[in-house]
Every structure is written in C-alpha cells, then in structure tokens.
C-alpha cells in the first residue's frame, strides 16, 4: 500500500502490511512489526513481499488500542464522568 489508513486497518486486522514509500506517518506500524517500509525500487519490494509472505514467523505485536473497541471506551469513561 501507499495509504496510512491501510497501514492502521492491516495492523488492527493482523495483515502483513508492505507500505511502498520511503517513509511512514505511521511509525507504530514499524515499530510493532505490524508494518515493513520496502521504498519504491521494484527488487527492494519483492524482496520483502517473499520475506513477510514466506516467513510465517515473523509475528507482529498488536498496538495498544488498536481493537476496535474505542467507543465502549469513551462510554466507559463518559459514564465515571458522569457519575461524579
């Protein structure tokens, strides 16, 4: 992909991304392994497509938050405000 949403939605799914830039406005991705910048030159991205898609022992950590669940926890949160 070029896109920095799919990054996030393959990083939240579990997807092995290939973001094919030099460069990432979503660092997290790379840093939880969840993502792998390839740049643009052709070999560089088939090299890496043969290594995420090959390799099933590369094993992402997921990203804290990242699990869909952002709206039970702003009604959480809402609701102990609310309370007070």
């Known amino acids: 992909t ?3 949403g799919l990054q996030e939605e ?3 799914l579990g997807v ?3 973001t094919i ?3 990432t406005e979503r660092p997290i991705t790379l840093e939880k392994g969840t993502n792998t910048l390839s740049g643009v030159d052709p070999k560089s991205i ?3 497509f043969h290594k995420t898609s090959v390799n099933k022992e590369i094993k992402a950590k997921k990203i804290q938050f ?3 669940m952002a709206a039970e926890r702003i009604v ?3 609701k102990v405000f609310n309370d007070e």
């Open 10 to 12: 393959t990083s939240a």
């Open 76 to 78: 959480k949160s809402l």
């Open 66 to 68: 990242w699990d869909g």
């Open 21 to 23: 830039r030099e460069n």
């Open 16 to 18: 092995n991304c290939i």
């Open 2 to 4: 070029d896109s920095g």
């Open 46 to 48: 088939i090299d890496i």
